[in-house]
Nanobody, 129 residues
Framework: QLQLVESGGGLVQPGGSLRLSCSAS????????IGWFRRAPGKDREGVSC????????NYADSVKGRFTISRDNAKNTVYLQMNSLKPEDTAVYYC??????????????????????WGQGTQVTVSS
């Protein structure tokens, strides 16, 4: 069974940090681009960050640039999202997703969620004092 699992979410004060992890079971991530998405209460799901299979390309939403960093360790079959200087507006359920065919598509569209093949169940991030 192919599965993505997110972890690392939780409650953090504004200005704090969290590191989310996305791990895979049933397949290896090294052939997949990975995207992080989030859905805040009452809002549509939005792209946060994405990384190519070889870490050569990354992209960030304007709202998280300079605060979030995406990385991957293919040896550990895991992708990370380091989130610093967290704000209350970062509160959301965070999802990771795997795209097998990103290498044949424009990197500019890496936030098109419909292009992803596998999704995790999400992890809650709450930023509040």
């Amino acid at each position: 069974q192919l599965q993505l699992v997110e972890s690392g979410g939780g409650l953090v004060q504004p200005g704090g940090s969290l590191r989310l992890s996305c791990s895979a079971s049933g397949f290896t991530l090294d052939s997949y681009a990975i995207g992080w998405f989030r859905r805040a209460p009452g809002k549509d799901r939005e792209g946060v960050s994405c990384i190519s299979s070889n870490s050569g390309s990354t992209n960030y939403a304007d709202s998280v640039k300079g605060r979030f960093t995406i990385s991957r360790d293919n040896a550990k079959n895991t992708v990370y999202l380091q989130m610093n200087s967290l704000k209350p507006e970062d509160t959301a359920v965070y999802y990771c997703a795997a795209d097998r065919w990103r290498h044949s598509r424009s990197w500019d569209t890496c936030f098109n969620d419909f292009e992803y093949d596998y999704w995790g169940q999400g992890t809650q991030v709450t930023v509040s004092s």
